[in-house]
């Protein structure tokens, strides 16, 4: 069974398919929100960073949102390798949650996950690392105040109806806020495909932006008022860039982008419009690396997790099911060193 799907930009096909994948060709990689979804890429990206990136000197900046900026910021850390086992094992085997908990449980719940993944040190760790500059996306609802229950709401319906008719109407209701150190800020150009904010990202401020960029509302609080940021009511990052390709300076490199999917979504409002799939500044220079479809099929219920199964299954079900995603993940792990170490690479990507 083939375990991978390699999809590629047309700049970044050309350069694989001429040069083929090296380390120092890496110049961003890139995180996409989904919740649990992220399950099916935990041992892939202990494979990709632990093993295959390990020994690459070039900065190689991190970007994500919503769970995806929480990988970013494990991969940041001092030891990226022990936060990932603490954060997977937490995730996996103690998540536990009422019949129906409300936004404060499960916000609860994140801040001792998201505290268990960056441990004492990793806030300040994860900010200043020279080798792997950070940025997280996070969405600020306008205008500039606290919004809560039917306020935010009537909000965010208004953004879902200018998002509709056209994607760029979005910026009338939510600006994206890129939380970012010096370094990775100096990668990217202003995007102008929606209104954009950037601020610094510091040890103080990064949990806040953390649990902002996944606060999907309804499910999680909000975030009010992040330190070194305008004030205001932040929130789920995936609702601009739910599959971020962001046009980071990459020059002659590429960005890798590991994801659930072989196709990138541009915001969550997106996701049931086909025309506007693939469609993102960024893609042109990305590679993007997927489970194949065979991969899937072959797990319980066919599919990859997602937030749902807390409600569909019991826990000792669930906790089954996602140990044998976790599985399917190392394989695409070793999948992807197998073909990187053959120099088969160039052979497998196809055009996104």
């Known amino acids: 069974?083939?375990?991978?799907?390699?999809?590629?930009?047309?700049?970044?096909?050309?350069?694989?398919?001429?040069?083929?994948?090296?380390?120092?060709?890496?110049k961003s990689v890139t995180a996409a929100s989904g919740g649990p979804k992220w399950l099916i890429l935990s041992e892939f990206d202990r494979y990709f960073f632990g093993q295959w990136l390990a020994d690459a000197q070039q900065p190689i900046t991190l970007t994500g949102s919503s769970i995806g900026a929480w990988r970013m910021a494990i991969q940041a850390q001092a030891d990226p390798q022990?936060?990932?086992?603490?954060?997977?094992h937490s995730y996996?085997?103690?998540?536990?949650y009422p019949r129906r908990p409300g936004p404060a449980v499960i916000s609860a719940e994140c801040r001792r996950l998201l505290d268990l993944a960056l441990g004492d040190n990793g806030a300040r760790e994860a900010v200043t690392n020279p080798r792997r500059p950070l940025r997280i996306i996070t969405c600020r609802m306008k205008p500039e105040k606290r919004l809560s229950g039917p306020g935010l709401y009537s909000r965010l319906l208004g953004a879902a109806l200018a998002n509709r008719r056209d994607r760029r109407r979005l910026g009338r209701w939510v600006r994206r806020s890129l939380f970012e150190t010096q370094a990775a800020a100096a990668t990217l150009a202003a995007p102008d495909d929606l209104p954009?904010?950037?601020?610094?990202l510091t040890a103080e401020n990064l949990r806040p932006a953390l649990l902002a960029s996944g606060a999907i509302p309804g499910i999680m609080e909000v975030m009010h008022d992040i330190p070194g940021a305008k004030a205001g009511t932040y929130l789920d990052g995936g609702i601009t860039d739910y599959h971020p390709a962001l046009p980071d300076a990459v020059g002659d490199g590429i960005r890798v982008f590991p994801h659930f999917y072989p196709a990138a979504i541009p915001g969550w409002f997106d996701k049931s419009r086909c025309?506007?799939?693939?469609?993102?500044?960024?893609?042109?220079n990305t590679l993007i690396i997927a489970p194949s479809r065979e991969l899937v099929a072959s797990l319980p219920h066919g599919k990859i997790p997602d937030r749902k199964d807390f409600y569909r299954f019991h826990d000792a079900e669930r906790i089954a099911y996602w140990e044998q995603v976790v599985d399917a993940s190392r394989q695409m792990g070793e999948a992807f060193l197998a073909l990187a170490e053959s120099g088969q690479v160039a052979e497998q990507v196809k055009p996104l």
């Open 92 to 96: 996996v085997y103690e998540q536990r």
């Open 82 to 88: 022990m936060a990932l086992d603490r954060f997977l």
């Open 196 to 200: 954009t904010e950037r601020f610094e």
């Open 1 to 26: 069974m083939t375990a991978l799907e390699l999809r590629a930009g047309s700049k970044a096909l050309a350069r694989v398919r001429e040069h083929g994948l090296r380390p120092e060709q890496v």
């Open 275 to 284: 025309e506007r799939h693939n469609q993102l500044p960024g893609l042109d």
